[in-house]
């Protein structure tokens, strides 16, 4: 039986122990830690080991199972023990646990690996709600672990200096010239190579870092573009995060102030995200930022969201028609009369329309007939290095 027998982890967090311990004290959360540290040793056999490898997380290692109906039992029973009230002098609390378990030889071949798989399996139970046990399962936590991974890194990418700039041109679709250039950030991680924003963008909002990292776009944006002849603008992307609660007036202030780029210059491009919630806040804020005298475009119109009644409620000076509105084009049919009238409209009201992803002079054809008067996509250039921006356009 012994060739069999399999060795499982199991890493179990303790439910809401923090709050616990903001509201009760330090005292009273040791005095939990040991009564949740003797009902899991009171649960396993004398042979498992039960240890704490963080403020309120326990490793439980079982030397030997069969069975996974075994580990199953022995989860639950866990998880039992816990939920059994404790009386702490005048209170009476009752504790929860989540739990990931990882076996070997079947998911890991070392103790290392033991642990990290039975951890990537307790972040996906503590995400999936109150409690409960998960079994390591390679296809949902390989995919965590290298999302984890991705965002560790890029908590340190900024100091690390690993960011830099594209600039795609928009170029203007009646008079054939480069009016514009769009900045594209781009991550070299030291390991993974060049990663693309649609991976690394989403983390930085849902942590927060794009406020600091789409700082560093805008100041290096202006100052690359203010080495520009005077007629060319920069774009910059921005991140409906960076508004929330932020005064963007003043950050944009400062960035052109210190570049020394006249706002005229600058152009915002935001997408409808943007529109989603207090209108009337964020109506103020893009009017604000008009003040300042910066342009501010729509990006992405097209996809989602996209309702031509922002156009009527918002400053916009631009939309961007997206790549995938374009990309259909010309198809002789129902798509070529929604970009007819999203640029028709867009006339009535006074704004100008670029259109994204041209990569056919069909598509280019179509689209300055019908009156777009400005085009990016890579018929015309794909995004280059600040570099190679002089020779771009003496061409
Ligand atoms: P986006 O703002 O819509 O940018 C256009 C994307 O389309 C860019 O991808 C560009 O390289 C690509 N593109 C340009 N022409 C063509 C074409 O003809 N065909 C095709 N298939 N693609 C084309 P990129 O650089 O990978 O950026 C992806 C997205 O990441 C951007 O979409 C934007 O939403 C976001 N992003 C990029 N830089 C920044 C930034 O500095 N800040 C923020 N918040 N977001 C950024
Ligand atoms: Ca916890
Ligand atoms: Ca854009
Ligand atoms: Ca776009």
Redesign the pocket.
């Known amino acids: 039986a012994s060739s069999e027998s399999k060795v499982a982890l199991l890493c179990i967090d303790l439910l809401d122990f923090k709050t616990i311990t903001d509201a009760m004290g330090a005292e009273t959360g040791d005095n939990i830690l040991q009564h949740a540290a003797e009902r899991l040793k009171a649960s396993v056999g004398t042979e498992d080991l039960v240890a704490r490898y963080s403020s309120d997380e326990f490793a439980v290692l079982l030397r030997s199972v069969s069975l996974s109906v075994e580990v199953d039992k022995l989860a639950l029973r866990l998880l039992q023990s816990l939920e059994e009230p404790i009386s702490l002098a005048d209170q009476i609390l009752v504790l929860g646990g989540s739990i990931g378990i990882s076996v070997a030889p079947d998911d890991a071949t070392n103790s290392l690996e033991l642990l990290r798989n039975a951890n990537a399996a307790l972040v996906r139970t503590k995400a999936s709600g109150r409690g409960g046990y998960q079994f390591f399962d390679p296809a949902a936590d390989v995919r965590l672990q290298a999302l984890a991974d991705l965002k560790l890194s890029l908590r340190d990418a900024l100091a690390r200096d690993e960011f830099h ?2 600039y ?1 041109p928009v170029i203007d679709a009646v008079q054939g010239t480069v009016s514009s250039f ?5 991550w070299q991680h030291p390991e993974r190579g060049l990663v ?3 991976d690394f ?1 989403p983390l930085a ?1 849902e942590t927060g870092w ?1 406020i600091a ?2 700082g560093w ?1 805008l100041r290096e944006a202006c100052k690359q573009a203010a080495t520009w002849p005077e007629g060319i603008s920069v774009a ?4 409906a995060v ?1 508004f929330e609660g932020r005064n963007m007036e003043a950050e944009i202030g400062s960035a052109l102030k210190d570049s020394g780029l006249a706002p005229g210059r600058l152009v915002i ?1 935001l ?1 409808e995200t943007i529109l989603l919630q207090d209108d009337d806040a964020k109506n103020k804020a893009l009017r604000a930022l008009r003040g300042l005298g910066v342009r501010i475009a729509m ?2 119109f097209g996809t989602g969201y996209s309702s031509l009644g922002y156009l009527r409620r918002f400053p916009f000076d631009t939309i ?1 028609i ?2 995938s509105l374009v990309r259909g084009l010309p198809d002789g049919a129902g798509g070529d009369a929604i970009v007819y009238a999203v640029i028709s409209l867009a006339h009535s009201l006074g704004i100008s329309v670029t259109a ?4 056919t002079p069909a598509q280019f054809e179509l689209l300055r007939q019908q009156g777009a008067s400005h085009v ?4 015309f250039s ?2 280059v290095q600040a570099s190679e921006i002089p020779s771009l356009l003496t061409r």
Do not use: C, H
């Open positions: 700039l594209v795609q769009e900045a594209l950030i781009r693309s924003p649609a963008i909002e794009i990292i789409g776009v910059v992307n921005f991140s960076q491009e997408t990006d992405d961007k997206d790549q994204e992803g041209v990569e990016q996509g890579y018929l794909r995004p």
